[in-house]
């Protein structure tokens, strides 16, 4: 009976109005003559833009049709062996799919990648080298809508002062909305000045000569 046949969607997350890929993978146990794979999604959170075969098992045919219709949220994939290599056997990528979100779902909303039939004829089947029809597993795939990144916070710090020769040391704050871990880096430092990662700025302004001020600033 071998290992059942199988076609899987990624589960994914991405922020309202932005571009996402999301991937679509086939096991088949024997290598194939022919697939068709129905794929349904949430017309109204997404708007698919793209399908791509680059680097997937059927990237080598000269015929692998798609049928995208937005209005009904569904994309048949295809796939037929007309004078090439048969579609191999084993685990690999079928095809990337490049779906617009729409900039009106609301955060932490959810919806599934699912199976669908699409007419007149459009149902999830491989097709052997033997002709034997396979009926694979699906497993759906999950989008998440989440907050777009926010950068950290910093806490605003009074100026600083300081003679040539003391050391100048203080400690910056930034929160981060996501409640991720925050580490400290700049790209130009006073020389001989330090910032650690965990924000603690020191330096020890040279002598400059009477009555001239030196100024730093930390970008």
Sequence with gaps: Y??????RVDDVTASAGESIDVNVYIFNDKPLNSLTVPIAFDKQALTLDTVS???SKVEHLA???VSVDNDAGTVLLGGVVMT????????????????????EVEIGSTCQFDSVFVPPAGYMLLVTVDQEKVYPAFS??????????QPPVFVELPTQYGHEGD???FTLNAIDPEDSAVTYSSLKLPADATLSSSGEF?????YVG??????ARLS
């Design 84 to 103: 090439e290599d048969p579609i191999p056997a084993g685990t690999g990528l079928l095809a990337t799919l490049v779906f617009d979100v729409s900039a």
């Design 202 to 206: 020191v330096w020890v302004p040279p």
């Design 167 to 169: 050391t100048i040391r």
């Design 210 to 215: 009477p009555d001239l001020l030196q100024e």
């Design 2 to 7: 071998g290992i059942v046949d199988t076609v």
């Design 63 to 65: 015929f692998a049709p």
């Design 53 to 55: 075969h680059e680097g």
């Design 140 to 149: 759906p795939g999950e989008l998440t809508i989440v907050d777009p990144n």
